[in-house]
Nanobody, 122 residues
Framework: QVHLVESGGGLVQAGGSLRLSCAAS????????MGWYRQAPGKQRELVAT???????NYADSVRGRFTISRDNAKNTAYVQMNSLKPEDTAVYYC????????????????WGQGTQVTVSS
């Protein structure tokens, strides 16, 4: 079993910054991609950013240029640096590990973290 633990959420004023971390633990052979998603009250969960094992990244248009995703493959940890935060960034942020193999021959699976609250005040 693989577990994801997010940290770094909190309350910040508009224009401020936060850095979220997501650490994956358990039996892990490889993780293809790690991503950050968010869900605001009354809205669907949406992609924020994804980083692949080779370092390629993908960002939602709403955060491109303000957020930076990074990854430490040796530590199975992903980060997202969030700058110039806006009230509309307020949401629960979830980490997702995609195509995780516990062994080289294992069928890949996806895992989610429990979420961390980010609140941006105006």
């Amino acid at each position: 079993q693989v577990h994801l633990v997010e940290s770094g959420g909190g309350l910040v004023q508009a224009g401020g910054s936060l850095r979220l971390s997501c650490a994956a633990s358990g039996r892990i052979f490889s993780i293809n991609a790690m991503g950050w998603y968010r869900q605001a009250p009354g809205k669907q969960r949406e992609l924020v950013a994804t980083i692949f094992k080779n370092g390629d990244t993908n960002y939602a248009d709403s955060v491109r240029g303000r957020f930076t995703i990074s990854r430490d493959n040796a530590k199975n940890t992903a980060y997202v640096q969030m700058n110039s935060l806006k009230p509309e960034d307020t949401a629960v942020y979830y980490c997702k590990a995609e195509n995780v193999r516990e062994r080289s021959w294992s069928y890949p699976d996806d895992y989610w973290g429990q979420g961390t609250q980010v609140t941006v005040s105006s």
